[in-house]
């Protein structure tokens, strides 16, 4: 029997020569049990000499440099469910990140939706859906980028119908429909579902007893029965991967802003008038609508003149998510009042009250 060492110099060697196998594959060339082989493969992946393909059930390995140069190697697609307490649907995404490099190699625009359109959706059903679990599958493959999020809840529509106060789920669908826009925090619910399926080339959303179905392809929405009602709430999510389609602009053809506009541009840096954009920010969906595009600046100002308040959801998306993803930005608030400042300073953490005020 070959000592460990031994072992794991000769698994490296045989990876170089395959480039690309599974633990069954090394079982047999070092002629040692499935569980040896395991054993060896779990050792080298802590090293981080080896990276893993798949689910544990169908995983395959590979060296790091071989895997970084042929995203074929990858499965296509990525299935899990999660626990939805705690749940955090930016964690969520970067592990599908992750899992599915081919999702970085994507364009830009094609990259700023699926970012949006994903965290928005799993999040309705992490905040709002009252399940216990949820379910994301997201693929990437002849040229269409793909998602769903299941979770077995309340229900979109019935939750439209009950924060609207309206008669019917019927009714909700065709509420969200409309794309209203408004202040009022109980308004938000069904904001994000309405910019996602206008994001899409198709959107589908089913729900108990009704189905909504957005194509963008036709410029066309249906609304139907469904035939096999689904208890709870699946979306799915479907755009070519060479649209030219750009997220920032499905929200100013469906956002109505004061005349002026709310963004000044320069080389470096992008400031973000916040009270003439949507005054009262209580919600993930808004900072994100905020925050489209703006990876491309050195420097973020946001000036909270005449905002009274401001969200915990709106505040953590601005001052821990986006900025955990490009931490190089620099993002500064301005004209902050004492309760802002609070809610920023929480989201940020590490940062004084002095560094708040400017």
């Given at each position: 029997m070959p000592t460990k060492s031994s072992a794991t110099d000769r698994a490296l060697r045989f990876l170089a020569q395959k480039k690309h196998i599974r633990s069954r594959d090394l079982a047999l060339n070092l002629r040692v049990s499935r569980q040896r082989a395991h054993a060896i493969l779990a050792q080298l992946l802590r090293?981080?000499?080896i990276v893993k393909l798949g689910s544990t059930a169908h995983?395959?390995?590979a060296v790091p440099d071989y895997a970084a140069t042929h995203l074929e190697i990858y499965p296509a697609r990525f299935q899990k469910n999660y626990r939805a307490s705690g749940l955090r649907?930016?964690?969520?995404?970067?592990?599908?990140?992750?899992?599915?490099?081919q999702l970085a190699r994507l364009p830009r625009n094609i990259r700023q939706i699926f970012?949006?359109?994903?965290?928005?959706?799993?999040?309705n059903a992490i905040e709002h859906s009252a399940s216990a679990e949820v379910r994301v599958d997201v693929?990437?493959?002849r040229g269409r980028l793909d998602f769903s999020i299941e979770d077995h809840g309340i229900g979109a529509f019935r939750k439209v119908m009950a924060a609207r106060h309206l008669g019917s789920e019927l009714s909700a669908a065709q509420d969200i429909l409309k794309g209203k826009i408004t202040t009022s925090p109980e308004g938000h619910t069904g904001q994000g579902i309405f910019f996602t399926s206008k994001a899409a080339d198709q959107f589908d959303l089913k729900s108990y007893g009704y189905k909504m179905l957005v194509d963008n392809k036709i410029d066309d929405v249906f609304l139907s029965e469904a035939k096999n009602p689904f208890h709870g709430t699946r979306v799915r999510f479907?755009?070519?991967?060479?649209?030219?389609?750009?997220?920032?602009e499905v929200f100013e053809r469906y956002t109505n802003t004061e005349e002026g506009g709310e963004l000044g541009f320069d080389r470096t840096e992008v400031r973000v008038k916040l009270y003439t954009r949507e005054g009262t920010h209580v919600s993930r969906s808004q900072a994100r609508r905020i925050l489209v595009?703006?990876?491309?600046f050195d420097s973020v100002v946001l000036d909270f003149d005449k905002v009274e308040a401001v969200g915990q959801a709106f505040a953590d998306e601005i001052f821990r998510v986006f900025r955990r993803q490009f931490p190089k930005i620099k993002i500064i608030p301005t004209n902050m009042n004492e309760a802002v400042a609070f809610m920023v300073k929480r989201a940020q953490g590490e940062n004084s009250p002095e560094t708040l005020f400017s």
């Open positions: 090293e981080g000499r995983a395959s390995y649907e930016d964690e969520v995404f970067e592990e599908a990140e992750r899992r599915l490099p970012r949006y359109a994903f965290t928005e959706m799993l999040n693929s990437v493959e479907s755009l070519a991967t060479d649209s030219e389609r750009l997220v920032a595009s703006l990876e491309r």
